[in-house]
């Protein structure tokens, strides 16, 4: 495990002193709603960088992931009056049971046959709970799930963003706790060696095929939490929110942050989840706006805003083999 220097804790106790009394100072319950989808991106973009910054498996059907969290705690929650603090764990099992079938078979292949894969199961995800009105409702999706609610002290979240906001970073939290160990593990150094060169990392005694079904095991468990809880805020849940723009989205932040880079991918989600509501009095050019902003970033910042040193290397080596 890498030791934490002292900058560096300070810069974490910074940071959570900011968010804690970020809604104490600001009283806006639409700024703090903004946060808390900020958050919930945030949860997402590292549950990808597990797959795609970690193992190197791009996966262009994130979103379907977040919608098996969301309809798993919809479903428990309306037919077995399952409370939130259970439910997150089942739409985390779930997330993570998905991403494991999807990848047993796709796995197979790769590169960009495998992207296709993955962009086919999130559409054909979105498609099934469109037409499975029996189950899923339809286009008008599933309605009435509970809110979470604390027995001490007795509390229900109700639709008020400010207990949402200390739920989603609290997790945050412990998910980047738990990834900065997990990176650090012989596991993470599989995904590491798996995603540089497959061949020699099987030489090594690395099982590619469960190095693989890990990443999208534990991938799938972190956007069954977020689904859990977007589910939860929202009280109902429609296939229209889990759309493949979404998963774009979802990858834009982790490849603007650094592929691999638990800080810059946060970033990467906080920047790219606040700047369409930044440029809202801009609503023509808004869309505009961000495909330049994110065309800057690629030219001058390729490897992204927080890049692995490794990356940067890689990138300044292609630049000088590239003819003139």
Known sequence: MKPI???????????????F???LVNGNNYHRDVMVTAGIFMILALGLNVIVGYAGILNLGYAAFYAVGAYTYALVNIHFHMPFWAGIWVSGAAGALFGMLLAWPALRLGGD?????TLGAGEIVRIALNNVDEVTGGPNGLLGIQHPTLWFPKMNFGVKPLPYYYLVFAIVGILVFMLRRLESSRLGRSWVALREDELAASCMGINPMWAKLSSFGIGGFIAGIAGCIFASKQGTVS?????????VMVLAMVVLGGL?????????AFMLSILPELLRGFEIYRMLLFGVAMILIMLFRPQGLLGESRH??????KKEKAPA
């Open 5 to 19: 220097s002292i900058s560096s804790r300070a810069w974490v106790w910074f940071v959570l002193g900011l968010l």
């Open 239 to 247: 296939p229209d929110s889990f759309d493949f723009i979404l998963s």
């Open 260 to 268: 691999g880079n638990i800080e810059g991918v946060l970033i990467g």
């Open 312 to 317: 940067v290397e890689e990138f300044r080596r």
């Open 113 to 117: 046959y495998l992207a296709i894969v």
């Open 21 to 23: 009394i970020f809604p």
